[in-house]
């Protein structure tokens, strides 16, 4: 039997700056049945890594020419499946850096 995997793309949210909300978001993902091959810590680290590149970019298009990292960081686009062994390392890599980014800074 062919598994088609379920794919989501949700618009870039602020709040998606602050690893808790990520975290209540995935639950949501998963509680609502879009999404149920991932789990709710892989949701929420790839929606944190997308947030942070997407509004770093925006504060820093200014002097750099960021614009098609923005464009792949929002919207935020999910499947069943996961991502690239790289990405997914990338992802882990920064949901581990302690902190969190401020939304008022970013606007």
């Given at each position: 039997?062919?598994?088609?995997?379920?794919?989501?793309?949700l618009p870039m949210d602020p709040r998606?700056?602050?690893?808790?909300?990520?975290?209540?978001?995935?639950?949501?993902?998963?509680?609502?049945?879009?999404?149920?091959?991932?789990?709710?810590?892989?949701?929420a680290r790839e929606l944190y890594f997308?947030?942070?590149?997407?509004?770093?970019?925006?504060?820093?298009?200014?002097?750099?020419?960021l614009r098609h990292i923005m464009e792949?960081?929002?919207?935020?686009?999910?499947?069943?499946?996961?991502?690239?062994?790289?990405?997914?390392?990338?992802?882990?890599?920064?949901?581990?850096?302690?902190?969190?980014?401020?939304?008022?800074?970013?606007?």
């Amino acid at each position: 039997m062919l598994h088609t995997p379920k794919i989501l793309s949700l618009p870039m949210d602020p709040r998606l700056l602050v690893k808790e909300e990520c975290l209540k978001k995935a639950a949501e993902i998963l509680q609502e049945g879009k999404l149920d091959r991932l789990s709710e810590q892989e949701i929420a680290r790839e929606l944190y890594f997308h947030a942070v590149m997407y509004y770093l970019c925006l504060r820093l298009r200014p002097y750099l020419h960021l614009r098609h990292i923005m464009e792949r960081a929002d919207p935020i686009d999910l499947s069943d499946d996961g991502d690239t062994a790289f990405r997914t390392f990338c992802y882990k890599i920064l949901w581990r850096l302690p902190g969190h980014i401020k939304t008022g800074s970013v606007t």
